[in-house]
């Protein structure tokens, strides 16, 4: 890991006068002192979680986050460089960074699970359509064709006898995609419920 850039946080954490600033306890826990880091830790978890949570914004994932900065500030204090500014900061650069990474890990989760709703809705569809067009005789499948509107329809004539894609389906109706699969849902719908009350 990088040493962090120093950030324009506030300078430190207030130390009284006569206390240990917080850059010699960071420089003895780089030399392994447990309590040196026990001090910090309770000094500077306050202002991590503060900053954690304005990022994050849940409480729960907000704590675990300040966990993982204070167990990164005990295994890398060794990088600390006063020359390059306070501990404070340092410390408070490793939150931000720590933050900004599980925000966008929740994002990458939360797309990759809508892509599988989404993936998984255009299977659904498609046996809907594999169910209607082999079950049911093209006569019947005509005459409730008829009773969609033209834009399901085109849409599912497209789709599932020309073998066009949602998106060009999109692209030659001159339609959005969201709605060209709205249309079709409810289009197959409507085509498999008149199927099934036809048949007899």
């Not at 704590?63 to 005990?74: I, S």
């Not at 006569?139 to 020309?162: F, G, H, P, W």
Request: aromatic fraction near 6%.
């Amino acid at each position: 890991m990088p040493d962090p850039i120093p950030l324009p946080w506030p300078a430190g954490s207030r130390t009284r006068p006569g206390e240990v600033s917080d850059g010699d306890l960071l420089l003895r826990t780089a030399r392994g002192d447990s309590a040196a880091f026990s001090t910090l830790y309770d000094r500077i978890a306050p202002w991590v979680f503060g900053l954690v949570r304005r990022v994050v914004r849940n409480p729960a994932q907000s704590e675990e986050v300040t966990q993982e900065v204070m167990l990164d500030v005990w295994r890398t204090a060794t990088r600390y460089d006063a020359a390059r500014g306070s501990a404070h900061s340092w410390i408070l650069t490793i939150a931000h960074r720590r933050a900004v990474d599980r925000v966008r890990s929740e994002q990458a989760a939360a797309d990759r699970t809508d892509l599988v709703g989404t993936r998984s809705a255009e299977v659904d569809f498609d046996q809907v359509a594999d169910t209607v067009t082999t079950r049911l005789e093209v006569e019947q499948v005509r005459r409730c064709l008829d009773t969609l509107t033209d834009l399901q329809r085109e849409s599912i004539a497209l789709a599932y006898y020309e073998g066009y894609t949602y998106p060009e389906v999109a692209q030659r109706l001159d339609a959005k995609l969201p709605t060209i699969k709205a249309r079709m849902r409810d289009g197959l719908i409507r085509l498999r419920d008149c199927l099934g009350t036809s048949k007899g």
